[in-house]
């Protein structure tokens, strides 16, 4: 029998053509990697000038704008732009921002082919790594009023980047050891990329078929250390080209954006997944947007002031700390006393547990409607939580974006709209996802029907957090 090599046969089969246009952009990129390295290393210097530069000049006063202050537009294009920007890039290209501009990546990988190249420790393995990092950076972030000064900024991202520096100069060999397993938002990107319509899709059988000297020749380095074979996910695959065509067998194609929530996570999801979307992006990343607009974190100031003063205790009252631990900035009357920051604390934990639980909750109850209990199954079903999660996110940063354009007289009167337009979609959307999924663990419509709308008694909470920050307070 003649043999009929996997690449003529993926030719001769003329796939349609949006297909056809995406897989050739894959190509390109693996025939590119200098030019897209060209394109990393000048992202690694605007990053570094908008990071760097601000420190040295003065805090900007209440004259100063976007366009006539470099600190106040570093603000706008990293908390206004940058960030909304690179989770909305998630959920239409998948993680393409993370091999293709992200600096962080670019700078751990050129310290990895030029560092130690040690075995990655199992520690650093630790699967809780992106959940953990993301709480700790959220809540800091927010004491030391990360998106207002240009310091906080450069210490959290830039220490950030420094920590991946170091890690790739450490582990791997021309990997990104700091992406895989460390990076603070890894865990939010891949669980955003899950809804992304294209990803690299690889045919087992054609893999299998290549004849291994032709897989010698086309041998590719997977920076961020993804199982290229066995791949069923596209959380973890950076979107950096290179595997493209490899064995004939991968290729970037079109996909329904919520096939792999529906017909793969099922076995891919896990306690971590879990913990990210409810405790991480639904309560902590909720709580830590709202916290400063809220009335109830005043009442609970106010009240802890008042026990303090009954009880002579008034250090806590007037003590500030170093603006590295808490925001302090006289010269703009912005202090964080130790009162402050406690409550803070006190605020965001009790929001974050609260959302947790009227979310978990509801969300237990509509797995045990659509059949027998399995941790498995909520897990999975609380993928469909995605979409709402992103939302939130994404509006609670843009929040920043819309600070900044108010204060330079942009008219935002159709914002309201936009935003409830936003939360509406994304509710629909978990809701739709939410159905399949529970249609695909009962098999039953009547039970489909009293899991979804179990399901939707978990998107009361959050959905109620955003209502009150965007309309009411």
Not at 133 to 145: E, I, K, W
Not at 197 to 224: I, K
Not at 384 to 392: E, F, N, S, T, V
Request: proline share 6%.
């Amino acid at each position: 029998m003649t043999f009929i090599p996997s690449a003529r046969a993926y030719a001769l089969a003329k796939p349609p053509r949006h297909r056809r246009v995406l897989a050739t952009v894959g190509d390109w990129m693996r025939r590119h990697q200098r030019l897209i390295r060209g394109v990393q290393w000048g992202v690694v210097a605007v990053y570094a000038v908008l990071l760097i530069v601000p420190n040295l000049l003065p805090l900007p006063d209440r004259t100063a704008h976007v366009w006539n202050n470099i600190t106040v537009f570093a603000q706008f294009v990293f908390w206004g732009v940058w960030w909304p920007g690179v989770l909305l890039s998630m959920l239409i290209f998948g993680r393409l921002w993370c091999g293709v501009l992200c600096p962080e990546g670019s700078l751990s990988e050129f310290a990895s082919r030029h560092g130690r190249q040690r075995a990655i420790p199992r520690w650093v393995r630790w699967p809780g790594w992106p959940f953990a990092a993301f709480l700790l950076t959220t809540v800091y972030g927010q004491l030391v009023s990360v998106y207002q000064y240009p310091a906080p900024a450069l210490l959290i991202l830039g220490g950030s980047t420094v920590a991946a520096i170091g890690v790739g100069f450490l582990y791997g060999r021309e990997k990104r050891v700091w992406c895989r397993y460390l990076c603070p938002v890894n865990g939010v990107f891949g669980l955003l990329s899950k809804l992304a319509p294209m990803h690299y899709a690889v045919d087992r059988q054609a893999w299998e078929d290549c004849p291994p000297e032709s897989a010698a020749r086309e041998a590719f380095n997977c920076a961020p250390l993804v199982p290229v074979r066995t791949m069923e996910s596209c959380s973890a695959c950076h979107m950096c080209g290179r595997c493209s065509g490899f064995r004939s067998a991968v290729h970037l194609e079109a996909r329904a954006p919520n096939s792999e929530i529906v017909d793969v996570s099922g076995r891919t999801a896990t306690i971590w997944d879990s913990a990210l979307i409810i405790v991480g992006l639904l309560g902590t990343a909720t709580a830590a947007f709202q916290w400063s607009s809220s009335p109830w974190f005043v009442t609970l100031k106010q009240f802890f002031a008042r026990w303090l003063i009954e009880h002579d205790v008034i250090w806590p009252l007037e003590t500030s700390a170093p603006w590295w631990l808490l925001t302090n900035y006289a010269g703009h009357n912005d202090v964080m006393t130790v009162l402050d920051g406690a409550v803070c604390l006190f605020y965001i934990g009790l929001m974050t547990t609260a959302i947790t639980v009227a979310v978990a909750l509801p969300l237990a109850l509509s797995v045990r409607l659509a059949g027998p209990w399995r941790p498995k199954d909520f897990h999975h079903l609380s993928h469909a939580l995605i979409p709402l999660a992103a939302c939130g996110i994404i509006l609670g940063l843009s929040a920043t974006t819309v600070t900044l354009l108010r204060a330079d007289g942009f008219d935002l009167t159709w914002l309201p709209q936009v935003r409830f337009a936003a939360i509406a979609g994304a509710l629909a959307w978990s809701l739709w996802l939410a159905g399949h999924i529970a249609y695909r663990q009962s098999a039953s419509w009547t039970r489909t029907a009293l899991a979804t709308t179990a399901f939707a008694l978990a998107t009361l909470a959050p959905v109620t957090a955003w209502v009150l920050m965007f309309w009411i307070w």
